[in-house]
Each structure stands twice: as structure tokens, then as C-alpha cells.
């Protein structure tokens, strides 16, 4: 069975620290995507970014970063210069469909104090 | 503009009563989904879809129905059988069932009474 942990309940930041969201990755299959999602209070998540097992490159969008390293299943999210408006619950998330599991995990709760 | 609505926002309910929550995309997307989300907890697929008249059940099936008689729709049954249905309740969609990202709706926050 596959299975995503996050497990950094809540981490609390000051405006302009930089923080990073951990995610570790359980899996038997050899190549898979990831994914990151953030849940602002309104409740709606929103996509943030995907990537392939196979492409362990530093991905940098904004302040926002994401390393990824198979020999270690991680997946990690970097806000650089957090803002007020980074607060929210971040989800790592499996690929959805076909049979395999389709849960998130419980997410990390990001709150950025000013 | 394409999106996922869902609809209404907040929805109140008898215990006993079974109800019946949105969800169209006009995203031409394959695959809808369903999640039930506790507070401070992730989200639980409910059902998902890959293909119209078809679903499956996921993790906490029970108590839930759905329909999939549109490529657009994807409504979900709360029925009296759901033993603790009061829950912000999520419909996604992607464009297959396999590596693809989901778009969310904003959800439906139902209380049983």
C-alpha cells in the first residue's frame, strides 16, 4: 500500500522566515508523482505543483520550492519569505485514480504570524 | 471561466434525512471525486469516478451514494445510514484517473441536526 506522512502537525513562523513542510513517500511502485496542495481557510484546495520520481531537480516557483529525493522518499516544500498569506494547511498528496489509495494524509497546518 | 462548483455552501439537515450534494465541472474532465474532510483531519475519498455510469467505492464508501449519468455531474447521497455525516464535504475532478493534478470545488459544509 502506498502512504504519504506529513508529519509536522502545525508549525507556527514569523513574516519573512523562510519554513519547510516535510513529506515522506511509501511505495513499491518505481516511478510515481507527487503532488502539493494548500487549503487557505475558505476551505478549497489549490494545486500547487506535481513531479515525477524521476526528476530529482530543484523546482523553484516564486518563493516556493520543492525538493524531491527518492533515495530518502522525500518530497519537501520550502516557502522562502513567508508572508501572512502562506497561511494554510499544506497536503502531500498520491497520485489519484485507478486502485491505488486516493487518502490524504492529515496535512501540515501553516501559520505565518506578523 | 472553468471550474468546479458545488453547491450550496452550507447545507442543514434532520438526522434521518437523506441529502443530495452538487458537483459540476465544465473542465471536460474524466475523473470526479469525492472527499469528506474532519476537522483537522485530511481528506477521505468517498467515490470517485472515471468514466460516466461507472464509479468506485474508496475508503468510507458506506452511507454514501453517488451517480455519474453526466460527464459533468457527479451528485453525492448522504443517506441515513452515514452514522456521523455532519463534514465539509469536497468534489475534485482531473483529466484522467491516473497522474494528473485535481481541481477542488470550494465544498459544501453539511451539519446533521
Known amino acids: 500500500a502506498q502512504k504519504v506522512t506529513q508529519a509536522q502537525t502545525e508549525i507556527s513562523v514569523v513574516e519573512k522566515e523562510d519554513v519547510t513542510l516535510d513529506c515522506v513517500y511509501e511505495t513499491r511502485d518505481t516511478t510515481y508523482y507527487l503532488f502539493w496542495y494548500k487549503q487557505p481557510p475558505s476551505g478549497e484546495l489549490v494545486f500547487l505543483i506535481r513531479?515525477?520520481?524521476?526528476?530529482?531537480q530543484n523546482e523553484i516557483s516564486g518563493r516556493y520550492s520543492w525538493n524531491f529525493q527518492k533515495s530518502t522518499s522525500s518530497f519537501n516544500f520550502t516557502i522562502t519569505a513567508s508572508q501572512v498569506v502562506d497561511s494554510a494547511v499544506y497536503f502531500c498528496a498520491p497520485p489519484p485514480g485507478s486502485a491505488r489509495q486516493l487518502t490524504f494524509g492529515s496535512g501540515t497546518q501553516l501559520t505565518v504570524l506578523p | 471561466d472553468g471550474g468546479i462548483t458545488q453547491s450550496p455552501k452550507y447545507l442543514f439537515r434532520k438526522e434521518g434525512q437523506n441529502v443530495t450534494l452538487s458537483c459540476e465541472q465544465n473542465l471536460n474532465h474524466d475523473a470526479m471525486y469525492w472527499y469528506r474532510q474532519d476537522p483537522g483531519q485530511g481528506l477521505r475519498l468517498i467515490y470517485y469516478?472515471?468514466?460516466?455510469?461507472?464509479?468506485q467505492k474508496g475508503d468510507i464508501a458506506e452511507g454514501y451514494s453517488v451517480s455519474r449519468e453526466k460527464k459533468e455531474s457527479f451528485p453525492l447521497t448522504v443517506t441515513s445510514a452515514q452514522k456521523n455525516p455532519t463534514a465539509f464535504y469536497l468534489c475534485?475532478?482531473?483529466?484522467?484517473?491516473?497522474?494528473?493534478?485535481?481541481?477542488f470545488g470550494p465544498g459544501t459544509r453539511l451539519t446533521v441536526l
Open positions: 469516478s472515471q468514466i460516466v455510469n461507472d464509479f
Open positions: 513531479r515525477n520520481s524521476f526528476d530529482e
Open positions: 475534485a475532478s482531473s483529466r484522467l484517473a491516473g497522474d494528473n493534478e485535481q481541481f
